[in-house]
């Protein structure tokens, strides 16, 4: 039988995932339970329990269409990649490097074994999104997909994506409550105002002190008008939303 060897390199450490014929795929793959996306890889489903449903592949299916077909000659970042999901699509698409970087190594374990079994090339590092200036270079398209909440210092993290790895498109999706309509912000507000503290649209954003959907990095829970002021504030012009939380951007002149 013939063995399969991936390494992957992250923060300077490798990853080798072998297979052959000690264990079924499927225990592979349970191995590295639980799966937050759900993929069909080699015909088992990483996450056929999801809470979500099929995700993210329902969002991939509302954000495709806008995105070129083709990315041949361009780079990618994934911030937050989890399992990998959209760094693989954005290989599939032809795009000639994608690199995804998370925090958590269970889950570029996922990544790894994922990109194993799809025969698709990505590399992976443990890096946090405040370290992303530490990469040294930009990307053609940075995607930074159901991240922004789990951050303590948001703000920050857009600032410095912005500053050190957009070259050209962002595409940043957010969880969101509240009021989804449009909001025009004054050029300023006098000391006195209280009346904007009352808007249900006004950029707001709710602070998770314990837990949200069990889940204790759910700091932030932002509305529409609020995540739309913070991509515009870290410098970014919103081009595209092609679906209610999905914003696509690119870094304004």
């Not at 490798?14 to 795929?25: C, P, R």
Request: proline share 5%.
């Amino acid at each position: 039988m013939l063995n399969l060897v991936l390494t992957v390199m992250w923060a300077g450490k490798e990853v080798n995932t072998m297979a052959d014929g000690s264990s079924s795929l499927e225990a592979r793959i349970r191995a590295l339970d639980p799966w937050f996306h759900n993929m069909w890889l080699g015909g088992v489903e990483t996450a056929p329990d999801h809470f979500l449903g099929d995700y993210p592949a329902f969002k991939w299916q509302r954000l495709a269409g806008a995105l070129p077909a083709d990315f041949s000659g361009r780079t990618v970042l994934d911030i937050g990649c989890n399992a990998g999901f959209y760094s693989l699509e954005m290989k599939r698409r032809g795009a000639e490097r994608v690199l995804g970087i998370d925090s958590d190594p269970r889950y570029l374990r996922q990544a790894a074994l994922a990109a194993e079994i799809t025969g698709l090339q990505v590399e992976l590092r443990e890096m946090s999104v405040y370290d992303v200036g530490q990469l040294g270079e930009s990307f053609d398209l940075v995607l930074f997909m159901g991240v922004l909440y789990h951050l303590r210092h948001p703000l920050l993290a857009l600032d410095l994506i912005s500053e050190h790895a957009v070259r050209d498109i962002l595409v940043c999706q957010c969880l969101q409550r509240g009021e989804s309509g449009p909001f025009e912000a004054a050029k300023n507000y006098p000391f006195h105002e209280t009346t904007l503290f009352r808007q249900a649209a006004a950029p707001r954003m709710q602070f998770i002190e314990h837990s949200f959907a069990d889940d204790p990095t759910n700091w932030w829970i932002p509305n529409a008008a609020c995540v739309a002021a913070m991509l515009r504030s870290a410098g970014f012009n919103i081009e595209q939303k092609p679906d209610e939380d999905i914003y696509i951007c690119r870094r304004a002149a």
